[in-house]
């Protein structure tokens, strides 16, 4: 749930057509302790149950409600509500069907709910609720929630994989935003498109031993920097798309340069979400103060660390009922 133009990364993130932001280490829809956790919640409500899910994306949590309420013959009002511009029906392969009756709210800003007092039976979250201005997102989910009402939340913490892969990530994001890679790059597509030319023309080779041994000196600081960060798959994502480009040079070199200026937009994109998220963690502090918060206001709290496997914690679990 970020604000304003701070969203538009996550837009574009979400219009590529991505389920959730864990897709590259979970495929498909979320699964194990997560998908315990959230059918838990959703199997709790009865039919005709509001459900409105925070900073929801490509939707995979209303999917996960929507299959359970299938499975016990009860239908679920299912609303998703994002701060960046969703629109999981066109985004996803067949999202027209897979979404048909779901409302979403793109650019809805998780403190200004458009639902009226007391009228959502579960407000839930993940990976989205800790993105908003805590305090003002907490007083609406607290405002919509129905007397009988739920919250539930999944929150990135600050001692979870998640935390210490991102942590990796941005110093593999900052090294290729430092380095002259994709420039160097772009300066070889052309001169691999003449070599592929005057191979095919018998004419004589033309120059660029220059650019060629440029590019090689910033991969080869690349390929350094790989090993010396295993688990920033994004250094190995940008060394993957610029050997598409360079390939693709010889017959298409502007849709390689094309291919190039995109990986250099993806890689601000990619280190202003991770900033974000970083700054999105909670501590255990930060966690019991919500429970205070929650338990003030007459609701019974339980919460507990959320590991996808054991010793691997994800973040933190949270769910408060009231009456």
Request: proline content about 6%.
């Given at each position: ?118 009228t ?13 201005p ?27 994989v ?28 052309p001169?691999l ?7 095919h ?20 600081a ?40 995109r ?51 994800i ?9």
């Amino acid at each position: 749930m970020i604000p304003d133009e701070a969203a538009d990364p996550w837009s574009r993130l979400w219009q590529a057509g991505v389920l959730h932001s864990c897709a590259t280490g979970i495929q498909g829809n979320y699964d194990g302790p997560i998908r315990a956790f959230w059918e838990r919640q959703f199997d709790a409500l009865g039919d005709g149950a509001r459900v409105v899910d925070l900073g929801t994306g490509n939707g995979p949590l209303l999917l996960l409600a929507r299959g359970r309420a299938q499975a016990r013959g009860v239908a679920l009002e299912l609303h998703g509500v994002d701060t960046a511009d969703i629109d999981p029906p066109r985004a996803l392969a067949d999202g027209a069907r897979l979404f048909a009756g779901v409302r979403f709210h793109p650019r809805t800003s998780a403190c200004a709910l458009p639902f009226g007092d007391g009228t959502v039976d579960l407000v839930c979250s993940q990976f989205g609720f800790e993105y908003a201005p805590r305090e003002a997102a907490l007083a609406e989910m607290l405002r919509v929630a129905a007397p009988r009402g739920r919250i539930a939340l999944v929150v990135h913490s600050d001692d979870s994989v998640i935390a210490r892969v991102s942590a990796q990530q941005r110093q593999g994001c900052a090294f290729l935003r430092a380095s002259p890679v994709v420039e160097r790059a772009r300066a070889l597509v052309p001169v691999l498109h003449r070599a592929a030319r005057a191979r095919h023309t018998g004419a004589p080779a033309p120059q660029g031993e220059a650019e060629r041994l440029a590019f090689n000196r910033a991969a080869q600081a690349l390929m350094d920097m790989i090993e010396a960060l295993p688990e920033a798959q994004v250094l190995r994502s940008a060394a993957t798309q610029i050997r598409n480009a360079l390939e693709a040079a010889a017959q298409v070199p502007v849709q390689a340069d094309a291919m190039l200026a995109r990986l250099h937009r993806h890689l601000a994109d990619e280190d202003l979400r991770l900033r974000q998220q970083q700054d999105a963690q909670l501590s255990a502090a930060d966690l019991e103060a919500l429970a205070v918060r929650l338990r003030a206001h007459g609701y019974a709290v339980r919460h507990a660390p959320l590991e996808q496997r054991p010793g691997a914690k994800i973040g933190w679990a949270l769910e408060a009922v009231r009456g």
